[in-house]
């Protein structure tokens, strides 16, 4: 499957378009499926986001979202799959979605993008499914000891509280996190990068 998607415009929320690579119909029981997203932009390939929404025999939907820098690949057991692709960039790109029997050990990413509203004023970070870690960055590693980040396990009890500075690699784990908040100063901007075990 092709998708040919627009830039990314400033101000404006891009169009996801969406993709049926595989459908019931078309491919019978559920097995282990490798799904290939790739932009084949030339002459530069370009990111772009890409939400996935697969079923197996029982007909329970699973949903996961992921950041594609350039490509990647997904391994999931379905029996259909849905993908939906939207730009990341800010010029025209083109997303192809091939997808194959087999299983492999895969892992990805998802980024949220915050700007930072000051002393005291958390933003609340949603967290994808399959999120495994999480690592926050800004465009000087000297500012991180000024970005604050707070993991929140299932009964509100606060169970990290550390500077960006203070991150492990390959971030923070994730565990059993309810909320995670980041705390940054007015105006920076900060990624929050998720690692997906998917």
Request: hydrophobic residues 45%.
């Amino acid at each position: 499957m092709r998708a040919a998607l627009p830039p990314l415009l400033p101000g404006l929320d891009p169009a996801w378009v969406r993709l049926t690579p595989l459908d019931r119909a078309r491919c019978g029981a559920a097995r282990w499926r490798i799904l290939e997203l790739s932009s084949v932009q030339t002459p530069v390939n370009r990111p772009f986001r890409a939400r996935l929404c697969w079923s197996t025999d029982s007909d329970s939907d699973l949903k996961a979202r992921v950041l594609v820098p350039r490509g990647t690949r997904i391994c999931v057991y379905a029996a259909s799959i849905v993908v939906e692709v939207q730009n990341a960039s800010n010029a025209e790109n083109t997303a192809i979605c091939t997808i194959a029997d087999g299983y492999a050990v895969t892992a990805n990413q998802w980024e949220e993008l915050g700007i930072g509203a000051g002393e005291g004023a958390a933003q609340s970070m949603e967290i994808p499914p399959f999120a495994q870690y999480l690592r926050v960055d800004c465009d000087s590693a000297t500012k991180l000891q000024d970005v604050e980040i707070r993991i929140l396990d299932g009964e509100n009890r606060l169970r990290v509280h550390l500077t960006g500075a203070q991150q492990p690699s390959p971030g923070v784990p994730i565990g059993e996190a309810n909320a995670i908040t980041v705390t940054a100063p007015a105006g920076m901007v900060f990624r929050a990068t998720f690692l997906l075990a998917l």
